[in-house]
């Protein structure tokens, strides 16, 4: 009995299958393998390539923006400094005058310069409220204008560039109860 998985030694398919190939066919599948191995090999090289420009780019992307935003750190430092500074030319203003009060006036505007030359500016804080921009530290009932108004700034914020460096501290509006205006219950 001949077990076609286990052919015997002297099975003349056995002689066939291990003698070199004599048609046309069979000599170029060498070829093919060869030409499908370069294919292989130079796809590989390829993507390489586009992987190593795409890492150039990316390193460019990223040494570009680490100069752009390098001073952040430093101008969010000196936010606090500008606030203190604010409210002294607030309580100077009331001798507008006074040779004090220019001196800091110049300082401001001079302070105000450097901020914009380093790409700070502020963030307006009127009209809707917007959560990526704003930081609500209270709300007011306020009869006039739609809710999620902002009604006043208690600290200003700043952007450099892009790039949020403090959101503007700010009061908004919310509708009024009805059980406010009632009032109180006597009991």
Known sequence: MKDPEHPTPDAPESEAS?????????????L???EAEAAKWRDLS??????????RKRSARDREEAVRYANQRLLEELLPVIDNFEMGMQAAAQNSTSM?????????????????????????????????????????????GAEG?????????????????????VVVSKVPSATASAGPDND
């Open 18 to 30: 291990t003698a070199e190939p004599t048609t046309p066919d069979a000599a170029l599948d060498p």
């Open 32 to 34: 093919q393998t060869l």
């Open 149 to 169: 108004t902002i009604l006043r700034v208690t600290r200003k914020g700043y952007q450099l560039r892009d790039r949020l460096l403090r959101p503007a501290s």
């Open 100 to 144: 004090i009060y220019i001196g800091m006036d110049m300082v401001r505007r001079q302070l105000g310069e450097f901020l914009v030359s380093q790409g700070v500016v502020e963030i307006p804080a009127t009209g809707a409220f917007d959560p990526n921009l704003h930081e609500a530290v209270a709300q007011e009932e306020c009869a006039e």
């Open 46 to 55: 390829l993507r390489t390539a586009a992987e190593l420009d795409n890492l």
